[in-house]
């Protein structure tokens, strides 16, 4: 569905983040916490997104119309016949399957939850190490 790969966007957006400020961040002595920061905040998203994602799956609120199948609008009758028959529907609101209790769209928000407070983890306690001395 298409909150499915919006999340799948938001994971990626995560990743970027996090690898890219890893790599660029030692070469030009920028300061890895501006990373974590940068992070966290597409964690956010990523949060937002599969919280989204869950409500609509527990008939909260509505889900965008991007979860229903698109018709084309040319040709005869049979040709929009054959479409319906060929395209499936992948509604948001459906839950494929389920773990605990849980969607994917929930796990994928724990898994965000815990993406954001990872950096932020980092972000607060990480320098501590580096400032002492042995």
Known sequence: CSLCIWQRWAHVAVI???LGW???SQPIGASLRAGL???ALAG???VGVAGYHAGVEWQLWAGPAGCTASLSSGGSTADLVDSLLA???VRCDDVPWS???LSMAGWNMLLSVD???LAMMS???GDRNRTRTS
Do not use: K, Q, R
């Open 37 to 39: 920061i940068i992070t």
């Open 99 to 101: 773990l605990f209790g």
């Open 87 to 89: 395209t499936p529907v």
């Open 123 to 125: 972000f607060i306690f």
């Open 22 to 24: 890893l790599v660029i």
């Open 16 to 18: 970027v983040c996090a």
């Open 44 to 46: 956010i998203t990523s």
């Open 115 to 117: 993406i954001v407070a």
